[in-house]
C-alpha cells in the first residue's frame, strides 16, 4: 500500500512538473516579428498610440517610397483594428502641394502591418519640407498624428515632373527594377495625373515607351525593350534590357490612347537624349 501511494504521488508531481514546463514553453514563445525585413524609418506619437514607420531602406527619398505601418497603444501592444488615412504634403516657399499617395491595406498574412505608397516629387531642404497626417480610427474613435519628415535627394533621377502638349501636369515615378541586373529586367512605373494640388489620379490607358542608352559608351541602346502598359494594379509595366553594369540613362516618351506622343523625343544621331528620362547605375 505504501509503496502504491509512493507510486501515485511520484506520477502526480511528474505530471505537475511536465504541464509546468509546458505553461513556461507556451509563455516563453518567440514574438512573431513582420518587420523583419524593414527598417524603422520615422516615429510618431501622441498620448494614445505610437506610430512607426518602416521602408526598405529606412529613408524617405525622393521618387517613389513603399511605406508601412504599425501602431500601438499606451501598452506597448501592436493594434490589428486600425483604419488608417494620411495626407503627405510639402510646405514651399509660396505654395503647398501633396504628391501621388494610396490608401493604406493591411500585409497579407500580417496582422498589424499596413503598407500603402507614396511618390515625393521633390526633397526637402532648409526651409522646405514634407509633412505627413494620419488620420486614423480605432474602435469608432478618430485620432490624428502630424509630423514633418526629411525627404532625401535621389542619387539618380527616379521621378519625372512635367507638362504635356495637353497642357495637363504629369508625374512619372520609377518602381521597377529596384535592384538591376545585366538582363532584361521587368521595368514598372507609376503614371499620374496632377488634377489639383491635392489630388494625383493614376492615368490610365497611355503608354509609356522606353529607349536605354549609355552616354558614356557612345550612347548605345540595347535590345529586346518592351514599351510599358498599363496592368491591373493601376502601374505600368514593361521589359528593360540592361546588357552591362554602369550608368543607364532610360529615355522615355509618353503616349495617350490616341497614340500623340505628350512629352518626350526619340534618339537619333541629333537628339541623344529625351527631355523625361530616368537614371539607373548599377
Same mark, same amino acid.
Given at each position: 500500500?505504501?509503496?502504491?501511494?509512493?507510486?501515485?504521488?511520484?506520477?502526480?508531481?511528474?505530471?505537475?512538473?511536465?504541464?509546468?514546463?509546458?505553461?513556461?514553453?507556451?509563455?516563453?514563445?518567440?514574438?512573431?516579428?513582420? @518587420?523583419?525585413?524593414? !527598417?524603422? @524609418?520615422?516615429?510618431?506619437?501622441?498620448?494614445?498610440?505610437?506610430?512607426?514607420?518602416?521602408?526598405?531602406?529606412?529613408?524617405?527619398?525622393?521618387?517613389?517610397n513603399q511605406v508601412f505601418v504599425q501602431v500601438?497603444?499606451?501598452d506597448n501592444q501592436y493594434l490589428s483594428n %486600425?483604419?488608417?488615412?494620411?495626407?503627405? #504634403?510639402?510646405?514651399?516657399?509660396?505654395?503647398?502641394?501633396?504628391?501621388?499617395?494610396?490608401?493604406?491595406?493591411?500585409?497579407? *498574412?500580417?496582422?498589424?502591418?499596413?503598407?500603402?505608397?507614396?511618390?515625393?516629387?521633390?526633397?526637402?531642404?532648409? @526651409?522646405?519640407?514634407?509633412?505627413?497626417?494620419?488620420?486614423?480610427?480605432?474602435?469608432?474613435?478618430?485620432?490624428? #498624428?502630424?509630423?514633418?519628415?526629411?525627404?532625401? @535627394?535621389?542619387?539618380?533621377?527616379?521621378?519625372?515632373?512635367?507638362?504635356?502638349?495637353?497642357?495637363?501636369?504629369? !508625374?512619372?515615378?520609377?518602381?521597377?527594377?529596384?535592384?538591376?541586373?545585366?538582363? %532584361?529586367?521587368?521595368?514598372?512605373?507609376g503614371v499620374f495625373a496632377m488634377e489639383s494640388?491635392?489630388?494625383?489620379? =493614376? %492615368?490610365?490607358?497611355?503608354?509609356?515607351? =522606353?529607349?536605354?542608352?549609355?552616354?558614356?559608351?557612345?550612347?548605345? *541602346?540595347?535590345?529586346?525593350?518592351?514599351?510599358? #502598359?498599363?496592368?491591373?494594379?493601376?502601374?505600368?509595366?514593361?521589359?528593360?534590357?540592361?546588357?552591362?553594369? *554602369?550608368?543607364?540613362?532610360?529615355?522615355? #516618351?509618353?503616349?495617350?490612347?490616341?497614340?500623340?506622343?505628350?512629352? *518626350?523625343?526619340?534618339?537619333?544621331?541629333?537628339?541623344?537624349?529625351?527631355? !523625361?528620362?530616368?537614371? =539607373?547605375?548599377?
Open positions: 500500500m505504501k509503496f502504491l501511494k509512493f507510486a501515485f504521488a511520484f506520477w502526480a508531481m511528474t505530471l505537475i512538473l511536465s504541464c509546468s514546463d509546458d505553461d513556461n514553453q507556451d509563455n516563453n514563445l518567440p514574438q512573431i516579428d513582420e @518587420t523583419a525585413d524593414l !527598417i524603422l @524609418t520615422k516615429t510618431m506619437a501622441n498620448s494614445d498610440h505610437t506610430l512607426a514607420i518602416f521602408t526598405k531602406n529606412g529613408k524617405f527619398t525622393e521618387g517613389y500601438k497603444d499606451a %486600425v483604419s488608417l488615412d494620411w495626407k503627405p #504634403m510639402m510646405h514651399m516657399a509660396n505654395m503647398m502641394h501633396s504628391g501621388p499617395h494610396s490608401g493604406f491595406s493591411k500585409v497579407e *498574412g500580417k496582422q498589424s502591418l499596413y503598407e500603402a505608397y507614396v511618390v515625393f516629387q521633390m526633397a526637402g531642404n532648409a @526651409t522646405e519640407y514634407w509633412e505627413l497626417t494620419f488620420n486614423y480610427t480605432i474602435n469608432g474613435v478618430p485620432y490624428e #498624428m502630424v509630423e514633418s519628415i526629411d525627404v532625401q @535627394t535621389s542619387p539618380k533621377r527616379r521621378v519625372a515632373s512635367f507638362k504635356g502638349s495637353d497642357q495637363q501636369k504629369y !508625374i512619372l515615378a520609377l518602381i521597377e527594377p529596384s535592384a538591376p541586373k545585366v538582363a %532584361v529586367n521587368d521595368m514598372t512605373v494640388m491635392a489630388n494625383f489620379p =493614376i %492615368v490610365n490607358q497611355y503608354k509609356v515607351k =522606353i529607349d536605354p542608352r549609355m552616354p558614356s559608351m557612345g550612347n548605345h *541602346g540595347s535590345p529586346n525593350n518592351v514599351d510599358l #502598359m498599363q496592368i491591373s494594379n493601376g502601374f505600368y509595366q514593361g521589359k528593360l534590357s540592361l546588357t552591362m553594369s *554602369g550608368y543607364w540613362k532610360i529615355n522615355l #516618351m509618353l503616349e495617350n490612347e490616341n497614340g500623340e506622343i505628350l512629352k *518626350g523625343e526619340p534618339i537619333t544621331e541629333s537628339n541623344e537624349s529625351s527631355s !523625361i528620362y530616368f537614371e =539607373i547605375e548599377f
